[in-house]
């Protein structure tokens, strides 16, 4: 059973949720949170050769980003190369700024490293920054949970 429901010239209104609702559906929300956690940290697709990852582009600068991205230095590209990056691409989701990376590396953990080492890439990432939401030039590494070969 529900929330009682109220109506007014307003239309029906619900009343606020009893306070043991409210902890048992945080319990539920805390519980799936914790499984879903143990489920990706004990996948057997998790990959150490494979990285995607989230940007956030202020959507009223993502054609300047998405130009800037057609002449990458070559610079750039080489020290990505030397890190141990390969099959790097980007993806956007225009109505909202979402960039998605993706790049396979031997281990994406040490080509990350290398890269932020790189002082090409402290350049590069300065001269990107204009384009970012707050924060949203952070990589928001994803967890790979599926893998079909």
């Known amino acids: 059973m529900g929330p009682a429901t109220t109506t007014s010239e307003a239309g029906p209104k619900e009343d606020p949720p009893s306070e043991s609702s409210r902890r048992s559906r945080m319990t539920t929300e805390n519980a799936d949170v914790a499984r879903l956690a143990s489920l990706l940290a004990a996948t057997d697709a998790r990959s150490a050769s494979c990285c995607c990852f989230l940007l956030h582009v202020q959507p009223e600068r993502l054609a300047d980003y998405v130009e800037a991205h057609q002449d990458v230095w070559a610079?750039?590209?080489?020290?990505?190369t030397d890190a141990g990056w390969r099959n790097y691409s980007l993806f956007l989701r225009p109505e909202d700024g979402i960039v998605v990376g993706y790049f396979e590396a031997d281990d994406c953990d040490a080509a990350q490293e290398a890269i932020a080492r790189a002082s090409v890439?402290?350049?590069w990432e300065a001269a990107m920054a204009e384009y970012f939401t707050p924060g949203g030039g952070d990589k928001q590494i994803l967890p790979q949970y599926f893998h079909l070969a």
């Open 75 to 80: 610079e750039m590209r080489e020290a990505l």
């Open 121 to 123: 890439s402290l350049r």
